[in-house]
Each structure stands twice: as structure tokens, then as C-alpha cells.
């Protein structure tokens, strides 16, 4: 028979996501994963530790532009790909490739070349769903890079943001199994697992090399050991109590089914939080999973009159941030 019998005791492919400040050591991660590694170098800077990989690490064009160039990129992964050995996609960081096409949206919002000023930014929305297509197909490993970056909110508070917007991040999180934040303690550095697909999340694992040696098997063992299939489909289904961020709550509610698409999904987590006007994270996460789990009911109790309830191409209600 020429197809592959399952291995149903093997973990999860390791589709995650890996969030930090600058310089705090994401590229270093990611020479650590399993090679061969493929590199989008879209930062320019993955040669600074390619020494610290254990296998071959390959880039995905001579041309640096190509390396931020999404419809570039799909077409040198499906020219190269098969065959290739590649274990490891690594792309760093989506933040160097999605921010020119949200400063073009805006430049020509405010030049008024778009009418509907929505609408401008669907490029963006079209190139990440073809980067995530295109690199995911080939069913090895990933490492999504993006960044933190501090500032100032209007009451000049300090705040922390990510280079992402909470809509692309719930899009990407289709592709994902684990979200991982670098955290800091003075001098030390660790790796935070803020959500796991399947598996255990929350806890934080200190790097004790310096360098990140054995941080992603550390992360599997952390994650996954002791899990049954069993638990695991259990962790798979169930309703979070609690989430790190409201770009997981948002991305949580999204992948319920419970909205048309991502904006919907944080329009509609933005509107309870304002209603509710919580005084707690943990009341916002109390309604906010209230709020989901009200409109599944309704979604089911419409199925049950109109088998046909909800069946529209997302594409037609697609909102674009």
C-alpha cells in the first residue's frame, strides 16, 4: 500500500507562533528548531545565527525582496518545495512583511485614491491568507516571528502592543497549535506558552544556556508529555476559563464559528466590553465567553428551522482590517 499508516502516539507538528521584543532572542529560537530550515528572512538578519543551527539552513530566494514579497514567496515554496527535505519553515517576521502593505492602505487613504477606505486594506488580508496557504501546504514544521513593541497609551500609560493587528492574528491562528511569548526576569529569558491547540499552556520555561539549546524539545515535553490522545481532543473542546490577551479571547471566539469572519469577531468582542464594562479581566473573559456561547445556541436553533442558516460564502460578509 502506498499510503502512510497515522501515527496516532507522535506529537503535534510544531505549528507555533513565537512573539517578542527586540533583541530579546526570536531569531536565535528559531535556528533551534528541527532542520533542515528554510528561512524567510524578511528582518534580514536570520545569517546572524544561522551558526547555531544543528542541520542545513536554506534561504527562499538571493533576492532580499523576495523574502517580503507574499505572491513571490508562494511561487518560489511551490517551485522548491517538494523534494526539498525542508523540516522547518521559519518565517521572520510576518511584522516586515504585512506592515508595507498596511502603510500603502493608509498612504492611499489619506492620498483619497480609495473610496471605501474598509475596502483598501483587503490587499492585506488577501496576501495573508496566500502566505498562510502557501507555506502551511507542506505540512512540516513553522515558526511564525512577529514583535512587541512598547508605547504610550492617550493617558501617556505605558502599553504594550504587538506589530500585528488582533485581526491578523486571530487569521493566523488557523495555522497555528501554539502561541509562545519571550518573557524576561532581569537578566534571565524564557518562553512563555500562552496557548496550546492541544495541549498544556500557561506555564513559562527559563532558557538555563543562554542560547536557547533544547528550548523546543522542552517545550514539547512541557506541553504534551503524560497527554493522551484522549486528553488532548479534551483540551481541544473545551471552553477557556480564562485567556492571556484579548487577542486570544478574539481568536478563540472566532474559531467557535460563533462570527462570519475576524472583524466580526472583534467588533462584536469590543461591543460587549463596552456594554458590560467590566471591572476585571476575568469578568471581561466571563462575558466575553457568555457572549460566544449564547450566539452558538442561537446559530444551532436557527439551523434546526433553516438547515441552510448561515451557509454564505464568508468572502460576501468579509470585513478588512
Given at each position: 500500500?502506498?499510503?502512510?499508516?497515522?501515527?496516532?502516539?507522535?506529537?503535534?507538528?510544531?505549528?507555533?507562533?513565537?512573539?517578542?521584543?527586540?533583541?530579546?532572542?526570536?531569531?536565535?529560537?528559531?535556528?533551534?528548531?528541527?532542520?533542515?530550515?528554510?528561512?524567510?528572512?524578511?528582518?534580514?538578519?536570520?545569517?546572524?545565527?544561522?551558526?547555531?543551527?544543528?542541520?542545513?539552513?536554506?534561504?527562499?530566494?538571493?533576492?532580499?525582496?523576495?523574502?517580503?514579497?507574499?505572491?513571490?514567496?508562494?511561487?518560489?515554496?511551490?517551485?522548491?518545495?517538494?523534494?526539498?527535505?525542508?523540516?522547518?519553515?521559519?518565517?521572520?517576521?510576518?511584522?516586515?512583511?504585512?506592515?508595507?502593505?498596511?502603510?500603502?492602505?493608509m498612504l492611499d487613504n489619506e492620498a483619497g485614491m480609495n473610496k471605501n477606505r474598509v475596502a483598501a486594506f483587503k490587499s492585506k488580508a488577501l496576501a495573508?491568507?496566500?502566505?498562510?496557504?502557501?507555506?502551511?501546504?507542506?505540512?512540516?514544521?513553522?515558526?511564525?516571528?512577529?514583535?512587541?513593541?512598547?508605547?504610550?497609551?492617550?493617558?501617556?500609560?505605558?502599553?504594550?502592543?504587538?506589530?500585528?493587528?488582533?485581526?491578523?492574528?486571530?487569521?493566523?491562528?488557523?495555522?497555528?497549535?501554539?502561541?509562545?511569548?519571550?518573557?524576561?526576569?532581569?537578566?534571565?529569558?524564557?518562553?512563555?506558552?500562552?496557548?496550546?491547540?492541544?495541549?498544556?499552556?500557561?506555564?513559562?520555561?527559563?532558557?538555563?544556556?543562554?542560547?536557547?539549546?533544547?528550548?523546543?524539545?522542552?517545550?514539547?515535553?512541557?506541553?504534551?508529555?503524560?497527554?493522551?490522545?484522549?486528553d488532548q481532543d479534551a483540551i481541544a473542546k473545551r471552553t477557556p476559563k480564562s485567556f492571556a490577551s484579548p487577542d486570544a479571547a478574539i481568536a478563540w471566539?472566532?474559531?467557535?464559528?460563533?462570527?462570519?469572519?475576524?472583524?466580526?469577531?472583534?467588533?462584536?468582542?469590543?461591543?460587549?466590553?463596552?456594554?458590560?464594562?467590566?471591572?476585571?479581566?476575568?469578568?471581561?473573559?466571563?462575558?466575553?465567553?457568555?457572549?460566544?456561547?449564547?450566539?452558538?445556541?442561537?446559530?444551532?436553533?436557527?439551523?434546526?428551522?433553516?438547515?441552510?442558516?448561515?451557509?454564505?460564502?464568508?468572502?460576501?460578509?468579509?470585513?478588512?482590517?
Open positions: 500500500m502506498a499510503f502512510k499508516k497515522i501515527d496516532t502516539t507522535a506529537r503535534p507538528p510544531r505549528q507555533w507562533a513565537l512573539v517578542g521584543h527586540p533583541g530579546t532572542g526570536k531569531s536565535t529560537l528559531a535556528a533551534r528548531m528541527e532542520g533542515p530550515i528554510l528561512a524567510i528572512d524578511a528582518d534580514h538578519r536570520f545569517n546572524e545565527v544561522v551558526r547555531l543551527a544543528q542541520g542545513e539552513v536554506y534561504e527562499i530566494s538571493a533576492n532580499p525582496a523576495d523574502h517580503s514579497d507574499p505572491a513571490r514567496i508562494a511561487q518560489l515554496l511551490t517551485a522548491n518545495m517538494p523534494g526539498s527535505g525542508v523540516r522547518t519553515v521559519v518565517i521572520d517576521s510576518l511584522t516586515s512583511i504585512i506592515a508595507p502593505l498596511v502603510t500603502q492602505a495573508l491568507r496566500l502566505l498562510q496557504d502557501a507555506v502551511t501546504r507542506w505540512g512540516c514544521n513553522t515558526l511564525w516571528i512577529y514583535h512587541l513593541r512598547a508605547g504610550l497609551d492617550q493617558n501617556a500609560r505605558q502599553v504594550e502592543n504587538t506589530s500585528i493587528s488582533t485581526v491578523e492574528l486571530t487569521r493566523l491562528r488557523r495555522s497555528l497549535n501554539m502561541q509562545l511569548r519571550i518573557v524576561t526576569d532581569g537578566p534571565k529569558r524564557g518562553i512563555k506558552v500562552e496557548w496550546a491547540r492541544r495541549g498544556r499552556d500557561g506555564m513559562t520555561l527559563w532558557d538555563e544556556t543562554g542560547c536557547w539549546r533544547g528550548m523546543p524539545e522542552r517545550i514539547e515535553v512541557a506541553v504534551y508529555d503524560g497527554l493522551s490522545q484522549a471566539g472566532f474559531e467557535t464559528g460563533a462570527f462570519r469572519d475576524a472583524v466580526h469577531a472583534k467588533n462584536a468582542y469590543e461591543k460587549v466590553k463596552a456594554e458590560k464594562q467590566p471591572k476585571t479581566a476575568q469578568q471581561m473573559w466571563d462575558c466575553w465567553v457568555d457572549n460566544v456561547t449564547a450566539r452558538q445556541q442561537l446559530d444551532l436553533d436557527l439551523r434546526e428551522i433553516d438547515p441552510e442558516w448561515g451557509d454564505i460564502p464568508q468572502e460576501m460578509g468579509q470585513g478588512y482590517e
